[in-house]
């Protein structure tokens, strides 16, 4: 991999995992944190404004931060199916638990999506946000520990790499 591909592949990956802790956090945030806090302090109406406006910004970084894990998602991935063809093998398991964490997060941004906008065919879900943003959270820690256990598995391109690099060393007699 060349220095290039190597800032790449670094950068869209920090953009990736930045993104997600920023959107997931600001939902725990706002359900666990705000939410109550407002509740307790607000009258009705005062809670009702403040939501608006909240809703206001963050639908910005919400919309901004799906297009963002769409894009460095797309190129993580392809970088590892790259990988993985390297490799010279075949990783059903990769591909089952990551078609899996995709499956998951187009449920999550649909759910965000539903929860920042004003479609009258979901207000039913924006008048029980409270719910749906447990299950973002829910579903988030799912992805993340999907996302774990892919990293830190024995994989078969983690496992052709070192076989590779030996087959390409000299016998100790040849140098």
Known sequence: MDDLQLGLFTTT????????????????FMRFVLGPAASDSLTDEQHDQLRTRL?????????????????SGGINYTRAIM??????MKDGLYHGVM???????????????????RSPAFA??????RKWMVVIVTLALVIYSMSAFLRVRKGPAAVAAPAKAAASQPADGER
């Open 13 to 28: 990956r920090v953009l990736h995992v930045a993104t997600a802790t920023v959107l997931v956090g600001g939902v725990f």
């Open 55 to 71: 809703m206001q910004g963050w639908k910005k970084f919400v919309h901004a931060g799906i297009g963002v894990l769409l894009i």
């Open 83 to 88: 990988a993985i063809r390297a490799s010279g």
């Open 99 to 117: 078609g899996t964490k995709i499956l998951l997060a187009l449920v999550i941004f649909f759910i965000a999506s539903a929860l920042v906008g």
């Open 124 to 129: 039913k879900m924006r008048e029980n946000r």
